[in-house]
């Protein structure tokens, strides 16, 4: 079956690092991968996402690339900020039914 | 604007309680879900449904039900509701087209706390 794995939190930074969030994933087929946030109190939005091999998902200055060799999606933002404390949801989809299979969420705090 | 609009945002019902949570989507979309969502377990499935009046056990059904009679609705019933239920649960939905990319919009989550 599918599964995803991400690296457990919380990941605490200061202002204006580098993130590296890393996502592992096993799945049949070729599944599109994504990234959601969820700030305090709401509910999944999605930050960004890639449906092949090699493409690039980019969104409010994160960024992430699909890895079949490595079945990994890492996300990575180069500067990161007070306002990005949230929890970030690693996911993949391969079916016609948009199904997503969630990693466990990893909470990101920053500091400043 | 995508809205998918979760009608409870904060319940608290007791044990045995019959519970309903209701789901409303705007965007003519075929599949709706049922979420749950527990720290260190992430997202859980526990229902979808691919068209009106059908519905797919996901991977934690037990102790719930759906009802899908309208395309843009999707309810969560908890027939008799438990401590362990106590959770946040999110609805989703998504259009059934792979030309979609198959992203999935969230409401804001349901918190509900069984007591």
């Known amino acids: 079956g599918n599964s995803v794995t991400q690296m457990e939190g919380p990941v605490t930074l200061s202002e204006e690092a580098f993130l590296t969030i890393n996502c592992t994933y096993t799945?049949?087929?070729?599944?599109?991968l994504f990234w959601y946030v969820q700030y305090p109190g709401e509910g999944l939005q999605l930050l960004l996402k890639?449906?092949?091999?090699?493409d690039k998902g980019s969104n409010k200055g994160f960024e992430a690339t699909y890895r079949k060799e490595t079945t990994s999606f890492h996300l990575e933002k180069g500067s990161v900020q007070v306002s990005d404390s949230a929890v970030y949801f690693c996911?993949?989809?391969?079916?016609?039914?948009?199904?997503?299979?969630f990693g466990g969420g990893t909470r990101l705090m920053v500091k400043p | 604007d995508v809205k998918v609009t979760q009608s409870s945002r904060y319940l608290v019902k007791r044990t045995g309680e019959k519970v309903f949570l209701e789901c409303v989507q705007d965007?003519?979309?075929?599949?709706m879900f049922w979420y749950r969502q527990d720290p260190g377990l992430g997202l859980r499935l526990i229902y979808f449904?691919?068209?009106?009046?059908?519905?797919e056990k996901g991977d934690i059904p037990e102790g719930y039900s759906v009802s899908r009679e309208k395309k843009e609705r999707f309810s969560l019933i908890l027939e008799s509701a438990s401590t362990n239920q106590t959770s946040m649960y999110l609805c989703?939905?998504?259009?059934?087209?792979?030309?979609?990319?198959?992203?999935?919009?969230f409401g804001e989550g349901s918190w509900l706390t069984v007591v």
């Open positions: 989703a939905s998504s259009a059934g087209t792979p030309e979609t990319g198959n992203t999935i919009y």
């Open positions: 799945a049949t087929g070729y599944p599109s």
């Open positions: 890639a449906t092949k091999a090699d």
């Open positions: 996911a993949l989809s391969n079916n016609a039914g948009n199904m997503l299979t």
């Open positions: 965007m003519d979309h075929e599949n």
């Open positions: 449904s691919y068209d009106v009046k059908m519905k």
